[in-house]
């Protein structure tokens, strides 16, 4: 509780894909608040979870873009054969379209935003309201995978070497490195406090 930010950035580095992510961001925005709460100190909702989720999207654009630049430089540069030349078309056929998704979501938003500032004070009700539906549907999501998961079919298929692999990963080095990255930028910085 005395680093909340840095906590919520965690969650976003640590934690695989983006709904585990911010649902663990809201777990720990709702742990946080309420040990903050119990030291009488009281921070303003939702700073953890939106530093969490805000992390892992920033994360979803740069490995697209990583993906992208990577694409290029093995096919022109590692192996390339001669002859080969990469097409433009062919670029964009490989390119991730969800990055100009991020891209164009933000930029409209934050035209609206600007052009229209009252507007998020509705959405904002608008979304509390919805919230309820989103944990909701987010619980049933996880349930049915695990529903229809054929856990002794992945077993057969060495599974079981690949889970080992990425506990290993997870537990030898990413949760700890991204803590590290997490103080790093977040170290210090708390969400404002809410005075009576």
């Not at 490989?94 to 998020?120: D, N, S």
């Not at 904002?124 to 229809?148: E, H, P, W, Y």
Request: net charge positive; with cysteine; proline share 3%.
């Amino acid at each position: 509780w005395k680093e909340p930010l840095v906590a919520g950035a965690w969650m976003g580095l640590a934690v695989k894909t983006d709904g585990a992510a911010t649902a663990a961001g809201a777990v720990t925005d709702a742990l946080i608040l309420a040990k903050a709460a119990g030291h009488g100190i009281v921070y303003e909702k939702d700073w953890i979870l939106n530093t969490a989720t805000s992390i892992k999207v920033f994360i979803d654009i740069f490995i697209g873009i990583w993906a992208f630049v990577l694409a290029y430089i093995w096919a022109n540069h590692i192996e390339k054969r001669e002859g080969d030349k990469v097409r433009a078309a062919e670029i964009w056929q490989r390119f991730p379209k969800f990055i100009i998704g991020y891209v164009l979501t933000f930029g409209l938003f934050l035209a609206i935003g600007l052009a229209f500032p009252a507007l998020f004070k509705t959405a904002k009700s608008s979304t509390d309201q919805a919230n309820i539906f989103r944990v909701l549907f987010f619980c049933l999501t996880f349930f049915t995978i695990g529903v229809v998961s054929n856990f002794r079919k992945l077993w057969e298929e060495g599974i079981g070497k690949l889970a080992a692999v990425y506990v290993v990963g997870l537990f030898g080095f990413i949760i700890w490195f991204g803590l590290i990255i997490s103080w790093m930028f977040f170290g210090g910085v708390h969400p404002p406090i809410v005075h009576p």
